[in-house]
């Protein structure tokens, strides 16, 4: 087989294994690498050069920034800024939550601001009698619409912004998306809020288990006796944890009161709790056995510090309960540093890579996060997912397999209507984003969509926005994209309730595509 015969059929075979979902999404790219480079269609060089694609270590920075903002507590302030001013409208409620979710997810990653809102709508929901199901799905749908307000929201958007640049046009500017994003974002939130109402479920969901530092302070008082204040339970410097004694622990027959301090970390024992005793706090001293329950209060970094000891089981991990605390500590210091890393981005006084590991590096210089909590933050599964995908939309430009489906969407339609080839571009992209990562889709499409625009003589720009787009609008099935299977179980949602708003939203992100973004954008 030729070359371009041998790019089809790694094509064929990635796609299978997509959407089987028996194979790792990392391995299937690494496969895809490695099977160009067997075939002799790349070189090893060129094989794995997407693992040190600028585009891709940019991304992976993103991660970093994403974290530094959720670990000070920064999503969390935003977030709870829903429940004083949302009242019990449904109406009114989900247009808060839309534009709350599409503001963080231009910023930060869309897992990351779905995350961050989650349990926030679940209460705001409960709090207003409303069925979590009739809000968590206008979450997930507009983050994908908010996603397209900047280049930083998504992947998509640095992936079509690279290639419109080695297309021969030019890069996209920081918040030129938002030309496009501005309309979808209002769009989607009027679909999902006028809709949503007769074609989302009201049955009753599984519970959310991320904790909330109010009501968690107040169930710690309720089981202790605690004499501090609720609000003197989790500042922005301390906080407490509740732990048990473990099995075979060095603490065990060791007689304790509260007032004491840990040895090692200095932490201040609150109140004790035998672990037999149905919830009673103990009063005076305990002699400690496994199960027991110690409540211990100091900084932050000493608590994670302490449950990791082998003598103790956390029952909730501090730092979930420090990143529920709004504003935390390193807040402003993350704030600044995003404001920074946009500035530079903006302007172009330097390439979105080095924007990125900038930010990244300035916040662990900083003390905002840790080095190892830098490392856990990326999302190594999408950045080998896009560097094992990256080779794969070179080899359909080099081995002239692009320009085999460019030729074939011409030689069906006419080379005279360049908005009908956007049409049948932006529908392979909407069908396949339902099945595979939109990302491996766009990286996919981008070299057919360039060749399209060669062949017919138009712009690269309408072609790369539209397929952004088109990327984002993978709303049929919850497994579409990370946030669609993330709202599944707390708002109760079975597999056939996404389409049933995902098709009218489908509809209008086409429309945008096709109708839109060529004026803004002119061929």
């Known amino acids: 087989m030729d070359a371009a015969t041998w790019t089809f059929v790694i094509l064929g075979l990635a796609v299978v294994l997509f959407i089987s979902g028996k194979v790792p999404l990392g391995i299937v790219a690494i496969g895809v690498a490695l099977s160009l480079w067997l075939t002799g269609i790349l070189t090893l060089n060129e094989a794995l050069a997407g693992f040190g694609d600028p585009t891709v270590v940019f991304i992976a920075t993103l991660f970093v920034v994403s974290e530094s903002l959720d670990a000070t507590g920064v999503t969390a302030w935003v977030g709870n800024k829903v429940v004083g001013r949302a009242g ?19 910023f930060i990653s869309i897992n990351g601001a779905v995350a961050a809102l989650l349990p926030v709508v679940v209460v705001v929901a409960v709090r207003a009698g409303l069925a979590p199901a009739k809000l968590l799905i206008p979450l997930a749908f507009t983050a994908s619409a908010g996603s397209l307000l900047t280049l930083t929201g998504t992947p998509v958007n640095i992936v079509v912004s690279e290639a419109a640049a080695a297309a021969g046009a030019r890069e996209f500017g920081y918040f030129e998306f938002a030309l496009v994003g501005v309309p979808l974002v209002l769009l989607t939130t009027a679909v999902v809020a006028l809709l949503g109402d007769r074609l989302l479920p009201a049955r009753e969901a599984e519970h959310f288990g991320a904790p909330d530092a109010s009501d968690y302070a107040g169930a710690l008082r309720s089981s202790y006796a605690v004499e501090l204040p609720t609000g003197m339970l989790f500042t922005a410097r301390e906080g407490v944890a509740e732990v048990l ?58 608590l994670t510090a302490y449950v ?94 692009a320009d085999i489906v460019a030729g074939g969407v011409i030689a069906a339609i006419g080379d005279h209507s360049p908005q009908l080839a956007l049409l049948v571009l932006c529908l392979i992209t909407m069908v396949l984003g339902q099945f595979i990562s939109n990302v491996a889709t766009v990286l996919v499409v981008v070299p057919i969509a360039l060749a399209v625009a060669h062949g017919m003589g138009a712009s690269p720009l309408p072609f790369m926005m539209a397929l952004t ?54 061929f």
């Not at 019990?88 to 231009?106: D, N, Q």
């Not at 840990?262 to 199960?291: F, K, M, P, Q, Y």
């Not at 946009?342 to 900038?358: E, F, I």
């Not at 707390?490 to 429309?511: I, S, T």
Request: contains cysteine.
């Open 245 to 302: 004694v473990a099995p075979r622990s060095t603490l065990i027959g060791r007689t304790v009161s509260a007032g004491m301090t840990t040895r090692d970390e200095n932490l201040v024992i609150l109140a004790l709790r035998r672990g037999d005793a149905e919830g009673e706090a103990a009063v005076g001293s305990l002699t400690l056995r496994a199960g027991d329950a110690v409540l211990v209060r100091g900084p932050w970094a000493a």
């Open 469 to 522: 787009v088109a990327g984002a609008a993978a709303f049929l099935t919850p497994v579409a994209t990370p946030v669609n299977l993330m709202v599944m179980q707390p708002g109760g949602y079975r597999f056939g309730d996404y389409w049933k708003l995902g098709v009218p939203l489908m509809l209008v992100f086409l429309a945008v595509a096709v109708l839109y973004v060529p004026l803004i954008w002119p």
């Open 308 to 401: 990791a000891s082998p003598d103790v089981i956390a029952v909730t991990p501090p730092q979930a309960l420090q990143r529920a605390v709004p504003l935390g500590r390193g807040a402003k210091r993350a704030l600044a540093v995003l404001a920074g890393m946009v500035v530079l981005l903006a302007t172009g006084l330097v390439p979105p890579a080095v924007a990125g590991l900038l930010a990244a590096g300035a916040l662990v210089l900083m003390r905002v996060i840790t080095a190892p909590q830098a490392y856990r933050a990326v999302s190594w599964t999408t950045v080998i997912l896009i560097a094992g995908m990256v080779p794969l939309s070179a080899a359909f430009t080099s081995t002239g397999a």
């Open 88 to 106: 019990r409208s449904r109406l009114r409620l989900t247009v808060i939550v839309c534009f709350m979710v599409a503001v963080l997810s231009a």
